[in-house]
């Protein structure tokens, strides 16, 4: 079953704009994490979320968690030129197995 | 520390011939997988090692596909003969397990022509 579904798919901002990700899942989890993608490049992890967390920051990151909706958003303040990528959310399955959604594609204009 | 190491970082190959991917994980990490990026949609979990056996296959997509981790070090990810639709990243990842979060590689972009 496919977890961690994002929305939008794609999106474009201008420089110093906020972004907002948002993202849904179907099965109970232990914690949620978000990752980047740069083009051609290797996924980086951005941020991990527990099941018991409702808020966390880290920079210029700000993800929430709603178990209750089975949904999780990530907010990327004051964007950057250099924060176009593609964004995932993924799910933590049976032996610690990383169930990804499809990303949302972030273009931000300078 | 060293992360993850994946090469080649770029592979070029015709349809039919056969490639080869490397993974040198984290040193001490247990954990290894596999996961693919196919044509720019999700990505995908290919399989899990525990050290040098097989936890989780259930992601592999056919038996053109044939993984090992010998010695429960590095791992190869072999694709023969490959297809038109096995283009894409594939990327490793590491862990202790647990708790303890992904370090991922910076994938293998693979062209099927």
């Known amino acids: 079953s496919q977890q961690g579904e994002e929305d939008p798919q794609a999106l474009s901002i201008q420089e110093g704009e906020n972004a907002t990700m948002n993202c849904s899942y179907k099965?109970?989890?232990?914690?949620l994490q978000w990752y980047r993608q740069n083009s051609g490049r290797g996924l980086v992890h951005l941020i991990l979320?527990?099941?018991?967390?409702r808020e966390k920051h880290s920079g210029r990151l700000r993800v929430t968690l709603d178990t209750s909706k089975k949904s999780s958003s990530l907010l990327i303040t004051a964007s950057r030129a250099a924060d176009t990528a593609s964004y995932f959310c993924?799910?933590?399955?049976?032996?610690?197995?990383?169930?990804f959604g499809a990303g949302t594609i972030l273009r931000v204009k300078s | 520390e060293a992360g993850v190491t994946q090469f080649p970082s770029h592979s070029v190959i015709e349809k039919g011939q056969t490639v080869t991917l490397r993974c040198d994980p984290i040193?001490?990490?247990?954990?290894l997988y596999w996961y693919r990026r196919v044509m720019g949609k999700e990505i995908k979990f290919l399989l899990h090692?525990?050290?040098?056996?097989?936890?989780?296959e259930s992601g592999m997509p056919n038996n053109r596909f044939l993984a090992e981790r010998t010695g429960g070090t590095y791992s190869t990810l072999k694709v023969q003969p490959a297809e038109l639709e096995d283009s894409g990243v594939y990327f490793c990842?590491?862990?202790?397990?647990?708790?303890?979060?992904?370090?991922f590689g910076s994938g293998t972009r693979l062209t099927v022509v």
């Open positions: 990842a590491s862990s202790q397990g647990g708790a303890y979060g992904y370090t």
């Open positions: 099965t109970s989890i232990n914690n």
């Open positions: 979320i527990r099941s018991n967390e």
């Open positions: 993924a799910t933590t399955e049976y032996g610690n197995k990383l169930v």
């Open positions: 040193s001490g990490h247990d954990n």
């Open positions: 090692f525990v050290k040098e056996s097989k936890q989780d």
